[in-house]
């Protein structure tokens, strides 16, 4: 498994936290990931970014998937699917890493923690973002 690919799960995790619960502080969130990442430093530090970057987003991110998402509102989609697009919106609109990727790991996500439809639904709507993002 890709090394970034576990940090994507733990964040994974924390945002699923953070949408049902109320969300840890942020040092607490570090010692989550660097105790998942055995004290990896770069990936520690790669998933940290990503989840202070989607939480503080995260108003911005459900704005573009709520347009994007045709026929669902936020509150409707399942809680794994909801924050593996938010993982991967993030990724798209405000991180570095190429937007096919971005996709690609989501897709990925959606497999192992959604459910059997997860995988396209996530598919449709962060390839439609990427396209209006591309666009714009």
Not at 46 to 51: D, I, K, Q, T, V
Not at 58 to 64: F, G, N, S
Not at 99 to 124: C, H, M, Q, T, W
């Amino acid at each position: 498994m890709s090394t970034r690919r576990r940090a994507r799960e733990i964040v994974l995790q924390l945002l699923y936290e953070a949408d049902v619960n109320d969300s840890r502080d942020s040092e607490a969130s570090r010692r989550f990931i660097r105790s998942r990442l055995q004290g990896r430093k770069a990936l520690t530090e790669f998933a940290c970014e990503l989840l202070k970057g989607t939480l503080e987003h995260r108003e911005k991110i459900d704005e573009h998937l709520a347009a994007t998402a045709t026929n669902w509102t936020l509150p409707r989609m399942p809680v794994v699917d909801r924050n593996v697009l938010r993982l991967g919106a993030y990724e798209i609109l405000f991180g570095d890493t190429p937007d096919r990727v971005a996709v690609n790991e989501a897709i990925v996500l959606s497999k192992r923690y959604g459910d059997k439809n997860s995988p396209r639904f996530v598919n449709g709507v962060l390839d439609r973002l990427m396209k209006q993002t591309a666009s714009s």
